[in-house]
Each structure stands twice: as structure tokens, then as C-alpha cells.
């Protein structure tokens, strides 16, 4: 099993353009997440969904936007990047959700937008 | 409302010395509270987790941390610190019911030879 995996690792963006950050996890997990880490804010959820055809939003939603296709695939899109989208960027997935379930990450997505 | 408090954005210790990350926590629910650790460039891997039963919980490279309900606590400790154990560590909330896990600010821990 390759777990969750994310594609770029690095990305750098100039200010209006768009981007896909690309999810795969081969866990057959129902949920996954996307989160975004700052320096000295911790994790905060952007994104998630409970299974193919269904996301809803975390904390921070805007500026993005997700998909859920199928099981497998979340890719997150950002339309107008701007610099406050500078983060890395962590994808996660877990079997189920409310049950104390572990969630298993992504190496992360390093993104600059200038 | 739930909520996550990690007390110190840094904690250094020496080689061989006990390991103390804090971590107090709200939750108008029952809590199920973790701890991950992210290396260097990596994302996070899961420590340990409590969800109900026994309140002292044990995890990987020798952590365990203890569910306080009267302190609303749930550090983490390590009886001798590793300079592999070096690493940012997260706590985090969830509870029964809930789809989101909240997340602390994190600690860094530095172990000194």
C-alpha cells in the first residue's frame, strides 16, 4: 500500500493563476481531508468529504474548491491564488469518521504564491 | 465546541531526559484526543490515541500520555528522550459523532546530545 499520496511536492504560483493539488490514497478510506499547516497555527481544515459524490467545508474553504469522483481521488483546486495561500498543504484519509478513527496523511504539498 | 490548547510552541530537553508536551483540551462531548508527530518534510503520523476506557495510553518510541477529565489534560510524555524523538507534535480533538479533527498549534521538541 502507498497510503495517501500527493502531487507536486513544491509548487510556486504567481498571484491570479490556478492550480490543482492532485490526492490518491489506496486505503479504500470512505472520508478524506484537506488541510492547510502555517507556521505556529497548527492544521486547519479546509475541505472534506464522507465519500464519493459528497464534500462539505471546514474552517478555511475559501479560495478553494474540491471534488470527490471517486473513493479514491480529492483533488483540491485553487482558481485565484493568492499569497495567503502560501501554506503547505496536507491530504488525509480515514475509514470512517466520529469513532476515534486514525487519520493517515500525505507528505504535504509545499506551495508559494508570489 | 471543541478546542485544543498545547502550552509551549517549543521545549528542549537533553538526551536521556524525561519528555513533557502539554496539551489541555474543551469539548462539550465526550473527548477522543491524539497526538501526532510530524518529522522534518513529512506529514503526520499517529502517536497514540485515547477514545474510552483505560485513561493511561500507550504509544510508539516508547510515549504514552494520560486522559485527565478533572484537569481536561492529556500530555504527553516520554521517559527518556532520543535525539531521533526531535519532531513537531500535534494534539488534537475529535469526538463521538463528529467528522473533524481539531487541531493544537503544536510544540517543537528539540533534544540536545
Known amino acids: 500500500n502507498a497510503g495517501v499520496t500527493q502531487t507536486p511536492k513544491f509548487r510556486i504560483l504567481k498571484i491570479g493563476q490556478s492550480m490543482t493539488l492532485q490526492c490518491t490514497q489506496d486505503?479504500?478510506?470512505?472520508?478524506m481531508y484537506w488541510y492547510r499547516q502555517d507556521p505556529g497555527m497548527g492544521l486547519k481544515l479546509i475541505y472534506y468529504s464522507v465519500g464519493a459524490g459528497i464534500t462539505d467545508k471546514g474552517e478555511v474553504p475559501n479560495g478553494y474548491n474540491v471534488s470527490r469522483s471517486t473513493t479514491e481521488d480529492f483533488p483540491l483546486r485553487l482558481e485565484l491564488a493568492a499569497p495567503s495561500q502560501t501554506s503547505v498543504y496536507f491530504c488525509?484519509?480515514?475509514?470512517?469518521?466520529?469513532?476515534?478513527?486514525?487519520?493517515?496523511f500525505g507528505p504535504g504539498t509545499r506551495l508559494t504564491v508570489l | 465546541a471543541q478546542s485544543v490548547t498545547q502550552l509551549g510552541s517549543h521545549v528542549s530537553v537533553s538526551e536521556g531526559a524525561l519528555v513533557l508536551l502539554r496539551c489541555n483540551y474543551s469539548s462539550s462531548v465526550p473527548p477522543y484526543l491524539f497526538w501526532y508527530v510530524q518529522y522534518p518534510n513529512q506529514g503526520l503520523q499517529l502517536l497514540l490515541k485515547y477514545t474510552t476506557g483505560a485513561t493511561l495510553v500507550k504509544g510508539i518510541n516508547g510515549f504514552e500520555a494520560e486522559f485527565k477529565k478533572s484537569e481536561t489534560s492529556f500530555h504527553l510524555t516520554k521517559p527518556s528522550a532520543h535525539m531521533s524523538d526531535a519532531a513537531e507534535y500535534f494534539c488534537?480533538?475529535?469526538?463521538?459523532?463528529?467528522?473533524?479533527?481539531?487541531f493544537g498549534t503544536g510544540t517543537r521538541l528539540q533534544v540536545f546530545p
Open positions: 488534537a480533538v475529535s469526538g463521538p459523532n463528529t467528522d473533524k479533527l481539531i
Open positions: 486505503m479504500n478510506h470512505n472520508y
Open positions: 488525509a484519509s480515514s475509514e470512517t469518521s466520529g469513532s476515534g478513527n486514525e487519520q493517515f
